[in-house]
Protein backbone atom coordinates (compact mmCIF):
# COMPACT_ATOMS: atom_id res chain seq x y z
CA UNK A 1 0.00 0.00 0.00
CA UNK A 2 1.06 3.36 -1.01
CA UNK A 3 2.49 5.36 2.36
CA UNK A 4 0.75 8.94 3.27
CA UNK A 5 2.61 11.81 2.78
CA UNK A 6 1.73 14.18 5.23
CA UNK A 7 3.80 16.83 7.46
CA UNK A 8 3.23 16.70 11.52
CA UNK A 9 4.00 19.37 13.38
CA UNK A 10 6.28 20.70 10.56
CA UNK A 11 7.95 17.84 9.54
CA UNK A 12 7.48 15.46 6.60
CA UNK A 13 6.27 11.81 7.47
CA UNK A 14 5.32 9.09 5.73
CA UNK A 15 1.94 7.25 7.16
CA UNK A 16 0.39 3.90 7.07
CA UNK A 17 -3.05 4.70 4.68
CA UNK A 18 -6.17 5.16 6.65
CA UNK A 19 -3.80 6.49 9.56
CA UNK A 20 -6.28 8.62 12.20
CA UNK A 21 -5.63 11.62 14.10
CA UNK A 22 -5.55 10.05 17.67
CA UNK A 23 -2.97 7.57 16.35
CA UNK A 24 -0.98 10.61 15.28
CA UNK A 25 -1.54 11.72 18.93
CA UNK A 26 -0.59 8.68 20.33
CA UNK A 27 2.53 9.02 18.35
CA UNK A 28 3.52 12.11 19.78
CA UNK A 29 2.43 12.14 23.28
CA UNK A 30 1.83 9.70 26.10
CA UNK A 31 -0.80 13.27 27.12
CA UNK A 32 -4.47 12.30 26.70
CA UNK A 33 -5.91 15.51 27.82
CA UNK A 34 -4.80 19.48 27.53
CA UNK A 35 -4.08 18.62 23.74
CA UNK A 36 -5.80 20.05 20.41
CA UNK A 37 -5.41 19.21 17.14
CA UNK A 38 -5.26 20.82 13.43
CA UNK A 39 -5.28 19.61 10.17
CA UNK A 40 -4.90 22.60 7.47
CA UNK A 41 -5.62 24.96 9.97
CA UNK A 42 -8.89 23.60 10.94
CA UNK A 43 -9.20 22.91 14.66
CA UNK A 44 -10.89 18.69 14.89
CA UNK A 45 -11.97 18.18 18.00
CA UNK A 46 -11.14 15.49 20.32
CA UNK A 47 -14.67 13.69 19.85
CA UNK A 48 -13.57 13.06 16.28
CA UNK A 49 -10.15 11.93 16.01
CA UNK A 50 -10.81 8.31 16.24
CA UNK A 51 -13.07 9.13 13.07
CA UNK A 52 -10.55 11.51 11.14
CA UNK A 53 -7.91 9.73 8.99
CA UNK A 54 -5.17 11.88 7.07
CA UNK A 55 -5.46 12.31 3.59
CA UNK A 56 -2.25 13.00 1.31
CA UNK A 57 -0.11 16.44 2.10
CA UNK A 58 -2.40 16.98 5.01
CA UNK A 59 -0.57 19.65 7.68
CA UNK A 60 -0.96 18.27 10.90
CA UNK A 61 -0.10 20.59 14.16
CA UNK A 62 -0.46 18.85 17.56
CA UNK A 63 -0.63 21.32 20.27
CA UNK A 64 -0.48 21.44 24.29
CA UNK A 65 -0.46 24.06 26.78
CA UNK A 66 3.51 25.17 27.61
CA UNK A 67 4.66 27.54 29.96
CA UNK A 68 4.44 31.19 28.78
CA UNK A 69 2.14 34.78 29.47
CA UNK B 1 -3.02 63.33 44.19
CA UNK B 2 -6.70 62.52 45.19
CA UNK B 3 -7.87 58.58 44.80
CA UNK B 4 -11.78 58.30 44.48
CA UNK B 5 -13.14 54.81 46.30
CA UNK B 6 -16.34 53.65 44.42
CA UNK B 7 -18.85 52.44 47.34
CA UNK B 8 -18.28 49.01 46.33
CA UNK B 9 -15.18 48.65 47.13
CA UNK B 10 -15.57 50.80 50.57
CA UNK B 11 -18.10 48.29 51.16
CA UNK B 12 -14.90 46.01 51.59
CA UNK B 13 -12.84 47.93 54.14
CA UNK B 14 -12.96 45.77 57.05
CA UNK B 15 -9.82 44.19 57.44
CA UNK B 16 -10.02 40.71 56.84
CA UNK B 17 -13.62 40.83 55.36
CA UNK B 18 -13.97 38.47 52.48
CA UNK B 19 -13.12 40.46 49.20
CA UNK B 20 -13.09 38.13 46.08
CA UNK B 21 -12.16 39.55 42.52
CA UNK B 22 -15.02 38.55 40.38
CA UNK B 23 -14.46 38.60 36.38
CA UNK B 24 -17.36 37.43 34.54
CA UNK B 25 -19.12 36.36 37.42
CA UNK B 26 -16.72 34.06 38.53
CA UNK B 27 -14.87 35.00 42.14
CA UNK B 28 -11.00 34.77 42.78
CA UNK B 29 -9.96 34.71 46.28
CA UNK B 30 -6.79 35.77 45.13
CA UNK B 31 -6.18 38.78 43.23
CA UNK B 32 -2.67 37.68 41.94
CA UNK B 33 -2.62 36.26 38.51
CA UNK B 34 0.36 34.90 37.58
CA UNK B 35 1.83 33.82 34.27
CA UNK B 36 4.44 30.32 33.29
CA UNK B 37 6.74 32.12 31.00
CA UNK B 38 10.33 31.68 31.80
CA UNK B 39 10.48 29.39 34.66
CA UNK B 40 13.85 27.42 34.64
CA UNK B 41 11.99 24.39 35.46
CA UNK B 42 8.22 22.81 36.26
CA UNK B 43 9.35 22.18 40.12
CA UNK B 44 10.53 25.87 40.11
CA UNK B 45 7.03 26.69 39.21
CA UNK B 46 5.56 24.43 40.99
CA UNK B 47 6.91 26.21 44.09
CA UNK B 48 6.19 29.53 42.72
CA UNK B 49 2.52 28.86 41.60
CA UNK B 50 1.95 27.72 45.50
CA UNK B 51 3.83 30.61 47.28
CA UNK B 52 1.72 33.04 44.75
CA UNK B 53 -1.36 31.88 46.39
CA UNK B 54 -2.34 32.28 42.39
CA UNK B 55 -5.79 30.78 41.31
CA UNK B 56 -5.57 31.27 37.66
CA UNK B 57 -2.34 31.22 35.52
CA UNK B 58 -1.42 32.01 31.88
CA UNK B 59 -0.35 29.54 29.64
CA UNK B 60 0.80 29.53 25.85
CA UNK B 61 -0.33 27.08 23.22
CA UNK B 62 2.53 25.69 21.55
CA UNK B 63 3.29 22.39 19.35
CA UNK B 64 3.77 19.20 21.32
CA UNK B 65 7.84 18.82 21.89
CA UNK B 66 8.67 14.59 21.72
CA UNK B 67 11.76 15.62 24.12
CA UNK B 68 10.11 17.68 26.85
CA UNK B 69 9.39 15.71 30.22
CA UNK B 70 6.69 16.98 32.02
CA UNK B 71 3.98 19.78 31.25
CA UNK B 72 3.01 22.73 33.05
CA UNK B 73 -0.62 21.42 31.86
CA UNK B 74 -0.17 19.04 35.01
CA UNK B 75 1.50 21.39 37.09
CA UNK B 76 -1.68 23.26 37.35
CA UNK B 77 -4.31 20.50 36.93
CA UNK B 78 -2.38 18.98 40.52
CA UNK B 79 -2.60 22.63 41.93
CA UNK B 80 -6.04 23.10 41.16
CA UNK B 81 -5.03 26.42 39.26
CA UNK B 82 -7.45 27.41 36.42
CA UNK B 83 -5.71 28.19 33.32
CA UNK B 84 -5.84 31.24 31.02
CA UNK B 85 -4.53 29.86 27.63
CA UNK B 86 -3.07 33.03 25.96
CA UNK B 87 -2.97 34.06 22.29
CA UNK B 88 0.89 35.21 22.67
CA UNK B 89 2.49 35.18 19.46
CA UNK B 90 -0.07 36.46 17.31
CA UNK B 91 0.55 39.63 15.31
CA UNK B 92 -3.27 39.37 13.95
CA UNK B 93 -6.94 39.27 14.60
CA UNK B 94 -6.85 35.77 12.67
CA UNK B 95 -4.12 34.22 14.11
CA UNK B 96 -5.30 35.51 17.73
CA UNK B 97 -8.89 33.45 16.51
CA UNK B 98 -6.94 30.43 15.46
CA UNK B 99 -5.43 30.19 18.74
CA UNK B 100 -8.03 31.02 21.60
CA UNK B 101 -10.06 28.23 19.40
CA UNK B 102 -7.13 25.72 19.51
CA UNK B 103 -7.05 26.60 23.35
CA UNK B 104 -10.54 26.33 23.52
CA UNK B 105 -10.48 22.80 22.21
CA UNK B 106 -7.61 21.75 24.27
CA UNK B 107 -8.00 22.88 27.76
CA UNK B 108 -11.54 23.20 27.81
CA UNK B 109 -12.00 26.54 28.52
CA UNK B 110 -13.77 29.69 26.73
CA UNK B 111 -11.73 32.15 28.52
CA UNK B 112 -8.79 33.73 27.32
CA UNK B 113 -6.01 36.11 27.51
CA UNK B 114 -5.93 38.16 24.50
CA UNK B 115 -2.68 39.33 23.20
CA UNK B 116 -2.10 40.84 19.88
CA UNK B 117 1.39 42.81 19.42
CA UNK B 118 2.59 44.72 17.02
CA UNK B 119 6.49 43.71 16.87
CA UNK B 120 8.83 41.15 18.20
CA UNK B 121 10.88 44.22 19.49
CA UNK B 122 8.11 45.74 21.61
CA UNK B 123 6.22 43.35 22.02
CA UNK B 124 3.15 46.58 22.29
CA UNK B 125 0.03 45.43 21.42
CA UNK B 126 -1.33 46.52 17.58
CA UNK B 127 -4.60 48.48 19.07
CA UNK B 128 -6.62 48.07 15.34
CA UNK B 129 -5.93 44.17 15.50
CA UNK B 130 -6.62 43.70 19.42
CA UNK B 131 -9.60 45.49 19.20
CA UNK B 132 -10.90 43.68 16.26
CA UNK B 133 -10.06 39.80 17.16
CA UNK B 134 -11.54 41.12 20.95
CA UNK B 135 -14.60 41.82 19.31
CA UNK B 136 -15.04 38.37 16.84
CA UNK B 137 -13.77 36.14 20.33
CA UNK B 138 -16.64 37.58 22.29
CA UNK B 139 -18.74 37.27 19.24
CA UNK B 140 -17.82 33.53 19.13
CA UNK B 141 -18.47 33.03 22.75
CA UNK B 142 -15.02 33.53 24.48
CA UNK B 143 -14.78 35.33 27.88
CA UNK B 144 -11.98 37.48 26.72
CA UNK B 145 -9.20 39.32 28.96
CA UNK B 146 -7.23 41.90 26.72
CA UNK B 147 -3.53 42.37 27.20
CA UNK B 148 -4.28 46.31 26.39
CA UNK B 149 -2.12 49.45 26.12
CA UNK B 150 -1.94 52.14 29.13
CA UNK B 151 -4.54 53.93 26.59
CA UNK B 152 -7.76 54.62 28.32
CA UNK B 153 -9.45 55.42 25.11
CA UNK B 154 -8.67 51.63 23.84
CA UNK B 155 -9.72 50.56 27.10
CA UNK B 156 -13.28 51.60 26.91
CA UNK B 157 -13.39 50.82 23.60
CA UNK B 158 -12.80 47.05 24.36
CA UNK B 159 -15.04 47.71 27.44
CA UNK B 160 -18.08 48.47 24.67
CA UNK B 161 -16.98 45.32 22.62
CA UNK B 162 -17.64 43.35 25.60
CA UNK B 163 -14.46 42.11 27.28
CA UNK B 164 -14.54 40.74 30.38
CA UNK B 165 -11.65 42.73 31.85
CA UNK B 166 -9.41 45.10 30.59
CA UNK B 167 -5.71 44.40 31.16
CA UNK B 168 -3.20 47.81 30.47
CA UNK B 169 0.58 47.23 30.20
CA UNK B 170 2.70 48.72 32.94
CA UNK B 171 5.62 48.84 30.48
CA UNK B 172 6.23 46.36 28.06
CA UNK B 173 6.48 42.53 28.52
CA UNK B 174 9.19 41.29 30.36
CA UNK B 175 10.66 44.69 31.58
CA UNK B 176 10.61 45.56 34.97
CA UNK B 177 10.38 49.35 34.14
CA UNK B 178 7.51 48.93 36.55
CA UNK B 179 4.02 51.39 35.60
CA UNK B 180 5.36 54.04 33.39
CA UNK B 181 2.08 56.53 33.06
CA UNK B 182 0.57 55.80 36.67
CA UNK B 183 -1.52 58.60 35.48
CA UNK B 184 -3.16 56.64 32.53
CA UNK B 185 -3.92 53.62 34.94
CA UNK B 186 -5.87 56.14 37.09
CA UNK B 187 -8.27 56.69 34.35
CA UNK B 188 -8.30 53.60 32.87
CA UNK B 189 -9.58 52.49 36.61
CA UNK B 190 -11.94 55.40 37.11
CA UNK B 191 -13.76 54.52 34.27
CA UNK B 192 -13.81 50.99 33.84
CA UNK B 193 -17.10 48.94 34.77
CA UNK B 194 -14.80 45.63 34.04
CA UNK B 195 -11.95 44.54 36.59
CA UNK B 196 -8.82 46.86 35.52
CA UNK B 197 -5.81 43.83 35.69
CA UNK B 198 -2.26 45.38 35.45
CA UNK B 199 -0.37 43.17 33.07
CA UNK B 200 3.04 43.35 32.03
CA UNK B 201 6.40 45.12 33.05
CA UNK B 202 6.21 44.71 37.18
CA UNK B 203 9.77 44.10 38.26
CA UNK B 204 9.22 44.22 42.06
CA UNK B 205 7.16 43.56 44.94
CA UNK B 206 6.31 48.00 45.49
CA UNK B 207 5.14 48.04 41.84
CA UNK B 208 2.38 45.27 42.33
CA UNK B 209 1.71 47.27 45.50
CA UNK B 210 1.13 50.40 43.30
CA UNK B 211 -0.76 48.90 40.84
CA UNK B 212 -3.17 48.09 43.63
CA UNK B 213 -3.14 51.64 45.29
CA UNK B 214 -3.60 53.07 41.78
CA UNK B 215 -7.35 51.14 42.30
CA UNK B 216 -6.41 48.10 39.90
CA UNK B 217 -8.31 45.06 41.04
CA UNK B 218 -5.60 42.68 40.37
CA UNK B 219 -2.01 42.03 38.88
CA UNK B 220 -0.82 39.65 36.37
CA UNK B 221 2.88 39.30 36.31
CA UNK B 222 5.01 36.33 35.17
CA UNK B 223 9.15 36.82 34.34
CA UNK B 224 9.01 39.22 37.97
CA UNK B 225 9.18 35.96 39.83
CA UNK B 226 9.96 33.01 37.16
CA UNK B 227 13.08 35.08 36.41
CA UNK B 228 13.87 36.04 39.95
CA UNK B 229 16.49 34.53 41.64
CA UNK B 230 14.13 32.86 43.84
CA UNK B 231 11.05 32.76 42.38
CA UNK B 232 8.72 31.12 45.43
CA UNK B 233 10.12 34.20 47.49
CA UNK B 234 9.47 36.68 45.13
CA UNK B 235 5.94 34.98 44.65
CA UNK B 236 5.73 34.96 48.34
CA UNK B 237 6.50 38.64 48.32
CA UNK B 238 3.94 39.74 45.33
CA UNK B 239 1.26 38.24 46.96
CA UNK B 240 2.02 40.40 50.11
CA UNK B 241 2.62 43.56 48.10
CA UNK B 242 -1.00 42.82 46.07
CA UNK B 243 -2.63 42.13 49.33
CA UNK B 244 -0.94 45.25 51.04
CA UNK B 245 -1.78 47.78 48.15
CA UNK B 246 -5.73 46.54 47.90
CA UNK B 247 -5.98 47.04 51.59
CA UNK B 248 -4.44 50.28 51.54
CA UNK B 249 -6.74 51.35 48.41
CA UNK B 250 -9.41 50.49 49.96
CA UNK B 251 -8.45 52.02 53.26
CA UNK B 252 -7.67 55.68 51.80
CA UNK B 253 -4.50 57.36 52.12
CA UNK B 254 -4.15 60.44 53.75
CA UNK B 255 -4.28 63.65 51.42
CA UNK B 256 -0.26 64.47 50.44
CA UNK B 257 0.69 67.95 51.96
CA UNK B 258 3.68 70.18 51.16
CA UNK B 259 4.38 70.79 54.75
CA UNK B 260 4.26 68.86 57.99
CA UNK B 261 1.51 67.94 60.14
CA UNK B 262 2.56 66.82 63.80
CA UNK B 263 1.03 63.85 64.77
CA UNK B 264 1.93 64.28 68.50
CA UNK B 265 -0.25 67.51 70.51
CA UNK B 266 1.86 70.33 70.93
CA UNK B 267 3.53 71.11 74.52
CA UNK B 268 2.30 72.86 77.14
Known sequence: MTPVDVIINGERR?????????????????????????????????????????????RVDVLTAVQGG | MTTRISEAESGTAAAGARDPLVIAGREFGSRLIMGTGGAPSLQLLREALT?????????????????????VWDVLRDNGIRPLPNTA?????????????????????????????????????DP?????????LVDDGFTVLPYTNDDPVLARRLEQVGCAAVMPLG?????????????????????????????????????????????????L??????????????AAAMRDAVTAGRRARIAGRIPVRRYAEASSPAPE
Request: aromatic share 2%; with cysteine; charged share 20%.
Open chain 2, 51 to 71: ASGTEMTTVAMRRVSTTTQGS
Open chain 2, 171 to 219: SPIGSGLGIRNPHNIELIVEQAGVPVILDAGIGTASEAALAMELGCDAV
Open chain 2, 128 to 136: VELLDAAER
Open chain 2, 89 to 125: GCFTATDALRTARLAREALSTDWVKLEVVADERTLLP
Open chain 1, 14 to 58: DLAPRTTVAAVVRSLTEQTSGIAVTVNDEVVPKASWSGTEVTEND
Open chain 2, 221 to 234: LASAVTRAHDPALM
